[in-house]
């Protein structure tokens, strides 16, 4: 692909306007890239550039069971933050269908991505309630670990996995 064809964002996740109307190539990684999370890096800018008051802290609400937190001295957290697509679970690993009876679940995302778990500037814990897979998700422990060094807090049955 060459460099034209990619669009390029600035720091709040905001689309170079000089490849808006152009002709230009499209494919559906183009695509992913310009729609998908759609709303970019809006909430990673603000949250890195949030100022929180005194004897306060901030907190934003991703959807689901996810959010992050700021402290007044600027460290950020997460907690059960889920990047990951709807799911299709089994009895061979979903507790949900041993318990239940059922032999399959179908878990449908019904709220878009508004955060990218690989542009956190800074990120000093992701904390993890429980061990699902839309509690402790593949993408946002990949993403913290290969971006960042932060800590990961959970439950003792959450060290092994």
């Known amino acids: 692909m060459s460099s034209e064809s990619v669009v390029k964002y600035d720091e709040r996740g905001v689309m170079d306007g000089g490849t808006i109307g152009l002709p230009r190539k499209m494919s559906r990684d183009i695509w992913l890239q310009e729609v998908f999370p759609e709303w970019g890096t809006y909430l990673n800018y603000e949250i890195d550039q949030f100022k929180v008051k005194p004897g306060t802290g901030a907190m934003w609400y991703f959807g689901g069971p996810s959010f992050a937190l700021k402290s007044q001295a600027g460290a950020v957290f997460t907690v059960d933050l889920y990047a990951g697509p709807s799911l299709f679970t089994d009895p061979?690993?979903?507790g949900v269908c041993r318990t239940s009876g059922a032999d399959k679940l179908y878990w449908m995302r019904l709220n878009p991505h508004v955060i990218d778990p690989w542009k956190f500037k800074r990120l000093d814990a992701v904390f993890i309630t429980h061990h699902h897979?839309?509690?402790?998700?593949?993408?946002?422990?990949a993403a913290a670990l290969q971006t960042t060094k932060c800590k990961f807090v959970g439950p003792p049955e959450n060290a092994g996995a």
Do not use: E, I
């Open 133 to 141: 897979q839309d509690h402790m998700d593949f993408y946002t422990v």
């Open 92 to 94: 061979s690993y979903c």
